[in-house]
């Protein structure tokens, strides 16, 4: 099992910045985390949900969404078991539910096209007003 526990989100101003953070627990966690990919989805009413950008807990290594790819950026606390989505430049579209996740069997780019196996936190509101 893993436990994922969002903060962050809110209400903006175009080009205003905004962080999101997410702390992992769980035994799951605690024994895979150096397979383990974390990231951060978002999606609007009636659309899928989509990949935003994830990383890949051992490594480091990152992966973004293109239409995130510059303004975004993600990074981890390996002592505190937390991630972080750092917004700039935030644009009406970026509004949605944000959830972070977790993944053990694929890795951040592999996690864009394919949602299978996530663990999903519970979802934090990202509003930008224009």
């Known amino acids: 099992q893993v436990q994922l526990e969002e903060s962050g989100g809110g209400l903006v101003q175009a080009g205003d910045s905004l962080s999101l953070s997410c702390a992992a627990s769980?035994?799951?966690?605690?024994?895979?985390?150096?397979?383990?990919?974390m990231g951060w989805f978002r999606q609007v009413p009636g659309k899928e949900r989509e990949f935003v950008a994830a990383?890949?807990?051992?490594?480091?290594?990152?992966h973004y969404a293109d239409s995130v790819k510059g303004r975004f950026t993600i990074s981890s606390d390996k002592v505190k078991d937390t991630i972080y989505l750092s917004m700039n430049n935030l644009k009406p579209e970026d509004t949605a539910e944000y959830y972070c996740a977790a993944n053990f069997r694929l890795s951040p780019t592999a996690w864009e096209n394919d949602q299978r196996d996530t663990y999903w936190g519970q979802g934090t509101q990202v509003t930008v007003s224009s």
């Open positions: 990383i890949q807990w051992k490594s480091g290594t990152t």
């Open positions: 769980g035994p799951t966690f605690g024994v895979w985390a150096f397979t383990v990919a």
